[in-house]
């Protein structure tokens, strides 16, 4: 029988900025790491840098320079691969193509329900950018499902380089979707301690904490009336 307790948890006062994707329309693939001059001419749009947490498209052409790396997870099959430049890659739908040959990716097969929680991670790093307040509400734990997360997180974590947070993008969206927006404050600080250049951490931390530290100047507030 499934236990649940009491906890505190954020309510948005704003609608998400673009709904939420479903793990089986799931397609192309996600960076989850880039450092060095990383260039893509796609579909999409032709970029000088690659952002970080960029969701590729099938046919996107990357071209890394030398000394530049690469993380992404292929999103149909949870395909993780590392690659290091100089080299050129085509997205394909299961993989990636590299020129010229001979080239080999470090690759790494990434659970079901990471996968799936990834799927999700653009638009949720999207909400925290964008959303314009929160209050803290009452809301019901889900230990059972919390402890699984907790557990996913640890394997991921003792298989992962220092610098990849990949780990950290799962679990961010577990929280999210579990409501445990409490213990995000702290995920971000570690996500930032990781990948200290990354534009995208920088802003979604700083977004975040601004929101909560509102949150509790208005309840100081409130109780001083």
Same mark, same amino acid.
């Given at each position: 029988?499934?236990?649940?307790?009491?906890?505190?948890?954020?309510?948005?006062?704003?609608?998400?900025?673009?709904?939420?994707?479903?793990?089986?329309?799931?397609?192309?693939?996600?960076?989850?790491?880039?450092?060095?001059?990383?260039?893509?001419?796609?579909?999409?749009?032709? !970029?000088?840098?690659?952002?970080?947490?960029?969701?590729?498209?099938?046919?996107?052409?990357?071209?890394?320079?030398?000394?530049?790396?690469?993380?992404?997870?292929?999103?149909?099959?949870?395909?993780?691969?590392?690659?290091?430049?100089?080299?050129?890659?085509?997205?394909? #739908?299961?993989?990636?193509?590299?020129?010229?040959?001979?080239?080999?990716?470090?690759?790494?097969?990434?659970?079901?329900?990471?996968?799936?929680?990834?799927?999700?991670?653009?638009?949720?790093?999207?909400?925290?950018?964008?959303?314009?307040?929160?209050?803290?509400?009452?809301?019901?734990?889900?230990?059972?499902?919390?402890?699984?997360? #907790?557990?996913?997180?640890?394997?991921?974590?003792?298989?992962?380089?220092?610098?990849?947070?990949?780990?950290?993008?799962?679990?961010?969206?577990?929280?999210?979707?579990?409501?445990?927006?409490?213990?995000?404050?702290?995920?971000?600080?570690?996500?930032?301690?990781?990948?200290?250049? #990354?534009? !995208?951490?920088?802003?979604?931390?700083?977004?975040?904490?601004?929101?909560?530290?509102?949150?509790?100047?208005?309840?100081?507030?409130?109780?001083?009336?």
């Amino acid at each position: 029988m499934k236990t649940s307790q009491q906890l505190l948890s954020l309510l948005l006062l704003t609608g998400l900025q673009a709904p939420l994707l479903a793990a089986d329309n799931a397609g192309g693939a996600l960076v989850t790491k880039v450092q060095g001059k990383v260039t893509i001419n796609g579909n999409s749009r032709t !970029e000088p840098q690659l952002p970080p947490f960029y969701r590729l498209r099938q046919e996107d052409r990357l071209e890394l320079a030398e000394g530049a790396s690469l993380q992404l997870v292929i999103l149909q099959n949870g395909r993780q691969e590392n690659w290091r430049g100089p080299l050129r890659l085509e997205m394909g #739908n299961a993989a990636s193509r590299c020129q010229p040959a001979p080239c080999q990716a470090e690759i790494r097969q990434l659970p079901p329900a990471v996968l799936s929680a990834l799927t999700r991670t653009p638009n949720v790093l999207n909400d925290i950018r964008n959303r314009s307040g929160m209050v803290m509400v009452r809301g019901v734990g889900r230990s059972e499902q919390i402890q699984e997360m #907790n557990d996913a997180y640890r394997q991921l974590r003792t298989q992962a380089d220092k610098d990849d947070i990949t780990p950290e993008l799962y679990l961010l969206t577990r929280l999210y979707q579990l409501r445990q927006y409490k213990e995000m404050r702290k995920l971000l600080e570690d996500m930032k301690a990781r990948q200290p250049d #990354n534009p !995208e951490v920088i802003a979604a931390q700083k977004q975040f904490n601004a929101q909560l530290q509102d949150m509790e100047n208005r309840r100081k507030a409130r109780s001083n009336d």
